[in-house]
């Protein structure tokens, strides 16, 4: 093996911890800083971070505050969504650049980690991104619309329940990991918006994410249960001067049955990820040349 794993703590300005996990190449090429889908633990990410070590990267997963399994630790969480672009995310780059200044560096975001790029200070100075199953929020959009049940149960029955435990269940939103509740607020707040996080005035989301001008890469499965390709085409308009690639990943064209939301940094689904390793290959040349 030519890379080394290790586990570390992410310490905030204000005080958080958060755990997250080195992948590292002995002499990498670029730093990759993977940002997890909502709800989903980093340890997730493992198998696809192994890869890309090996391939001659150091790679980055990291857990966000406000979820987890620690049910007190949730309870008394005051987090909120923004806070995982504004703070978790450039924190994560950060630990990367100092231990590798020279490194290009390179993000992959899963839905809402496609989303926090977009949010996120100084989204403007990474070398590269790719965004997997990220898409415009909006809940009436997609799966919702198709069952009004989900709308209520979503928008009702999860916020009560989060107020009777002091914690969002995880897999009452078919979710891995629980959540806090004052995060659960603000995301159900958004995805209720027919211009999702765009449509809250106190973000300036706009203006955030048309800053985004690094080379981009946008991937959609077609089979995905929560986001359209329709939806994959708006959330890229959000960054007009990035030079974007939008790529659709068909399951059968890799004889796959299904890949779905979540599905493929799972390791029954590694046949589809030459196509992230071409592409941030294909960054890391470029931006050491």
């Keep these: 093996m030519d890379y080394l794993e290790v586990g570390l703590t992410l310490a905030s300005v204000d005080g958080t911890e958060r755990s997250a996990t080195l992948f590292a190449h002995d002499e990498p090429r670029a730093s990759i800083v993977i940002s997890n889908a909502y709800g989903v633990p980093a340890r997730f990410y493992g198998a696809f971070a192994r890869e890309l070590a090996g391939r ?77 199953a990220a898409h415009a929020g909006y809940w ?50 958004w995805i209720a918006m027919p211009g999702y996080f765009f449509d809250d005035p106190k973000l300036g989301a706009g203006e955030r994410a048309a800053r985004i001008v690094a080379p981009t890469l946008v991937i959609h499965v077609s089979d995905d249960e929560w986001a359209s390709e329709a939806a994959m085409h708006r959330m890229v308009a959000d960054f007009p001067h990035a030079d974007v690639t939008q790529k659709i990943i068909v399951p059968s064209d890799f004889a796959l049955p299904s890949i779905e939301h979540l599905g493929l940094f799972r390791p029954q689904n590694a046949a589809t990820w030459p196509i992230i390793f071409d592409y941030v290959e294909a960054i890391a040349t470029k931006s050491r040349a």
């Design 56 to 132: 001659g990267f150091a790679v980055l997963t990291h857990d966000y505050r406000g979820v987890g399994d620690d049910l007190a630790r949730l309870r008394a969480s005051r987090a909120r969504m923004q806070d995982i672009p504004e703070h978790d995310l450039p924190e994560a780059i950060s630990h990367m650049r100092t231990l590798y200044p020279q490194n290009p560096v390179i993000l992959i975001g899963h839905s809402f980690g496609g989303h926090a790029v977009e949010l996120m200070p100084g989204n403007d100075t990474v070398d590269g991104i790719v965004m997997v």
């Design 140 to 189: 009436w959009n997609e799966r919702v619309r198709r069952n009004p049940f989900l709308r209520l149960w979503l928008g009702t029955a999860v916020p009560t329940i989060g107020r009777v435990l002091g914690y969002v269940p995880g897999k009452s939103v078919g979710f891995t990991w629980s959540i806090a509740t004052t995060m659960w607020a603000q995301w159900a707040r």
